[in-house]
């Protein structure tokens, strides 16, 4: 079992930003690749940007490139993303995830999910 614990979540004005926090405990946390996925009120969960399990492989999604940054320090057992220039359409509960797969879009090929963390961005 993989525990994750999501932080760093709160409320910023537009054209801010913010840092989450990942962190797991557990099983082995250089074994997985990780990512971070969103859902809004009323919109489907999506995919936000994932990491594979030595850091030099990302991925994100297009409404999130070049604004937002994924990192990880397996010394730490903990997974970053730090996201600038905020819109009002990335509000959303933020989850990390975990894969001992692959760096994947694709919710399913994550094993272990975290509570997720609430962000907010006001116009």
């Known amino acids: 079992q993989v525990h994750l614990v999501e932080s760093g979540g709160g409320l910023v004005q537009a054209g801010g930003s913010l840092r989450l926090s990942c962190a797991a405990s557990?099983?082995?946390?250089?074994?997985?690749?990780m990512a971070w996925f969103r859902r809004a009120p009323g919109k489907e969960r999506e995919f936000v940007a994932s990491?594979?399990?030595?850091?030099?492989?990302?991925y994100y999604a297009d409404s999130v490139k070049g604004r937002f940054t994924i990192s990880r320090d397996n010394a730490k057992d903990t997974v970053y993303m730090q996201m600038n220039s905020l819109k009002p359409e990335d509000t959303a509960v933020y989850y990390c995830a975990a894969s001992a797969s692959s760096y994947s879009d694709d919710p399913y090929e994550y094993d272990y999910w975290g509570q997720g963390t609430q962000v907010t961005v006001s116009s």
């Open positions: 557990g099983r082995t946390f250089v074994g997985y690749a």
């Open positions: 990491i594979s399990w030595s850091g030099a492989n990302t």
